[in-house]
């Protein structure tokens, strides 16, 4: 159950994907910036589920959490790496190409020859990642600009361009910034891809203002948005959303509760887990 502002930022997320499901726009990344506490991630827990309605194909989704990750940008990398090739993604690259290798000769069309680019670009990408993990590469390291991380965001964008991706990063914050840049530019600025990255971030993060900043020139340019979103949780406004949540509650009720929180991530904890009556 979401609050009214919360559900105002999940619809946003939800007319983005739905824009990038349809072809046309490419890739985008949408940033839900907020304070700690602010029902994030209980948007993002939401995401998926409204997204994946009886009218729209269910779709790859990438769920990542900055909190889970290890420190440091080489175990981080990696970590990313593993996120990125999910089961999910991993079936669609699979598919694509036993796809690609029935299909055979290009004479079928130009359909076909997209589909063999797009196949041979991730046969190429999973065995670059592939020697890496044997230690057959030694002229990257994981974080760099073509390392471990880097390959798996280009496999993701190459999957996209014919099964349309969701990206959730929760808690952005916690990446290491170039590495964090790194991974998302290179989900976005595959020309045929489809990929929808929503990254949780705080208020004045860095890595918001790195994205922002980098998108107003090159390949990203025009990519990187700010989700509308009220950051305010004073009193009154936990006032509201007690009774947004729980309408049963008395005006006394609701407001002992706000009284008793502080953010309004406790608030939906509380009335989730102890509906008051």
Request: glycine share 10%; net charge negative.
């Amino acid at each position: 159950m979401l609050g009214e502002r919360q559900k105002e930022a999940a619809a946003e997320l939800t007319q983005w994907w739905d824009g990038i499901r349809r072809g046309g726009v490419g890739s985008h990344v949408v940033l839900l910036v907020g304070p700690e506490g602010w029902g994030r991630s209980t948007v993002l827990g939401e995401l998926p589920d409204m997204i994946n309605t009886a009218d729209a194909p269910i779709c790859p989704i990438v769920h990542i959490s900055g909190r889970s990750l290890p420190h440091g940008h080489g175990p981080q990398a990696l970590a990313l790496r593993d996120g990125l090739l999910g089961a999910e993604v991993k079936g669609q690259a699979a598919a694509l190409l036993c796809r690609s290798r029935l299909r055979g000769a290009p004479r079928l069309g130009t359909g076909t020859l997209l589909l063999s680019g797009i196949a041979g670009a991730i046969s190429l990408l999973l065995a670059s990642l592939a020697a890496a993990a044997r230690g057959g590469v030694a002229d990257d390291s994981p974080a760099s600009e073509n390392g471990a991380a880097a390959r798996a965001a280009q496999v993701v964008a190459a999957v996209s361009a014919s099964a349309p991706t969701l990206v959730v990063i929760d808690d952005a914050d916690y990446l290491e910034p170039s590495l964090a840049v790194t991974v998302i530019e290179n989900l976005i600025d595959h020309q045929d891809s489809q990929v929808l990255v929503v990254a949780a971030v705080d208020l004045g993060s860095d890595l918001a203002a790195a994205l922002t900043t980098r998108a107003r020139y090159g390949p990203t340019a025009g990519k990187v948005h700010r989700a509308h979103t009220d950051p305010r949780m004073g009193y009154q406004s936990r006032a509201e959303l007690v009774g947004e949540l729980s309408p049963h509650l008395t005006t006394a009720q609701a407001e002992r509760l706000a009284r008793q929180t502080r953010t309004f991530a406790e608030i939906f904890a509380a009335t989730r887990s102890q509906p008051l009556s």
